[in-house]
């Protein structure tokens, strides 16, 4: 309710006002009067302060009002440009100091498209862009048996639960290893460079960094240029499960998977334990019938020898018959009886000796005389 | 206990020589073997049943 203002009261003995007595009603008849409201205007003068409180008008073709609006109602927001149209929700007040009438801004909206951060997000993917870091060549594949996975969430959210029940259904084989990092507010984007800092000197194989759905700004971390940095240097595999499903951040352009949820990046992290039972099965058998084959294999050979030595032999018989019928024909032709068999016969004296001369078969002399079936006695005459 | 991938990749690569080459039977044999035992600790991997959660700030010093 407003407070009564009596103008014509005495503030002071004099009769007169103290400026700060003037200031500080008027600021009460302001606060009272003009409840927080929207107002639309350009930006002008825009500044911010090493503190964080930014300064800047509102400004249109007629009036401008001085605004402020303080580090921790504007932290999460990308900065506006002077010349830039906006909505302010804002409670016009008076700032005492200086006797200016001022607007204390609580939200800031662009009314350009899709608004400040927009602006922002692309202002850090052109960035990104332009480092490589959003190159598709980039993208690691995922391992396919991990076992180190590690999740940087928030420690008591929906997303942690969400993950550790698909790990434990799907792959249980797997350590799961959770880095409790801030999500939203403030220092979301410090705790989360931080989990992952940590991570990167972890023996892992595959990081999730997951957040359940929420505003623009409370995903604000995960489109950091900061943070969209610290998971591309990440060493190993990161997949990126942030807000639903409509809501890509940096963090997921930059993550070597993007997953629509929590769940989903867990199902992508891991094989289902299931189906690689069934492969274990199928290699079992494999190696079964691999070795049956090769011991067939064995036994054939040694057959397939077995054959070769008889074949072997048996072939060096029959070349040693051919051989030895060769030689018996020789031997038989040059055998004697086969000459006394064409009609030829030997003359030999009373001792054998072969009578080859005419001087050796002087008239009278009796030899032997060998022919093809028998020998006779005889003489010459 | 060797890792579950190198368990499986190397069962997959025994499987591949004992299917492809002509071995001796020694060698087959010796194969085999190490392929049931591979196997057999795949399987009793696969068998565990319960997730292992750590949380980080357990495991401050790198492992």
Redesign the interface.
């Known amino acids: 309710m407003g407070q009564s203002l009596d103008l014509f009261a005495a503030a002071s003995a004099e009769g007169a006002w103290t400026v700060a007595e003037v200031t500080r009603r008027a600021r009460a008849v302001i606060e009272a009067g003009l409840p927080p409201l929207w107002v639309r205007g350009e930006i002008a003068g825009f500044k911010a302060w090493r503190s964080g409180h930014w300064y800047f008008s509102l400004r249109d073709k007629s009036a401008q009002l001085r605004c402020v609006m303080f580090a921790k109602q504007n932290f999460m927001l990308p900065a506006p440009t002077d010349g830039m149209q906006v909505f302010v929700f804002a409670r016009p007040t008076l700032y005492e100091d200086k006797g200016d009438f001022q607007l204390t801004v609580m939200e800031l909206l662009s009314t350009e498209q899709g608004g400040l951060w927009k602006l922002a997000f692309e202002k850090a993917k052109a960035a990104l862009t332009k480092d490589g870091l959003l190159d598709p060549a980039r993208k690691r594949r995922l391992?396919?048996?991990p076992?180190r996975i590690?999740v940087v969430t928030s420690?008591d959210g929906a997303a942690l639960r969400d993950i550790?029940a698909v790990?434990?259904r799907r792959w249980?084989?797997?350590?799961?290893?959770?880095?409790?990092a801030q999500v939203q507010g403030a220092k979301a984007e410090a705790s989360v460079c931080s989990?992952l800092n940590?991570?990167s000197?972890?023996?892992v194989d595959v990081l999730v960094v997951a957040r359940g759905g929420g505003s623009v700004e409370d995903l604000w971390a995960f489109n950091s240029e900061r943070v969209a940095r610290a998971v591309a240097a990440m060493p190993m595999p990161v997949i990126s499960a942030i807000g639903h499903e409509t809501d890509v951040t940096l963090c997921d352009l930059v993550a070597d998977l993007r997953a629509p949820t929590p769940s989903a990046a867990a199902e992508a992290a891991t094989p289902d334990?299931a189906e690689?039972?069934i492969?274990?099965d199928v290699?079992?058998q494999?190696?079964a019938r691999?070795?049956r084959?090769?011991?067939k294999?064995?036994v054939e050979r040694l057959d397939r020898t077995g054959d070769r030595l008889v074949s072997s032999i048996q072939n060096r018989i029959e070349r040693s018959g051919a051989l030895l019928t060769a030689h018996s024909a020789r031997l038989d032709a040059l055998s004697p009886l086969r000459v006394l068999g064409r009609g030829y016969a030997v003359a030999r004296d009373a001792d054998g000796k072969i009578l080859k001369r005419v001087a050796q078969l002087p008239s009278g002399k009796e030899f032997r005389l060998r022919v093809s079936d028998g020998e006779v006695d005889a003489r010459v005459q | 206990m060797p890792e579950f991938s190198k368990q499986l990749e190397r069962l997959e690569a025994i499987v591949r020589r004992l299917e492809a080459e002509d071995l001796d039977l020694d060698e087959a044999l010796k194969l085999f073997e190490e392929g049931v035992e591979r196997l057999r600790a795949a399987r009793e991997q696969l068998a565990q049943a319960e997730l292992k959660v750590k949380k980080v700030l357990e495991i401050e010093s790198p492992s």
Do not use: D, M, N, T
Not at chain 1, 172 to 180: D, F, H, K, T, W
């Open positions: 391992p396919p048996f076992r590690a420690p550790q790990l434990a249980p084989i797997a350590e799961l290893i959770v880095v409790p989990a940590r991570i000197r972890l023996p334990r690689v039972r492969k274990c290699l079992g494999r190696l691999a070795l084959i090769a011991s294999h064995v």
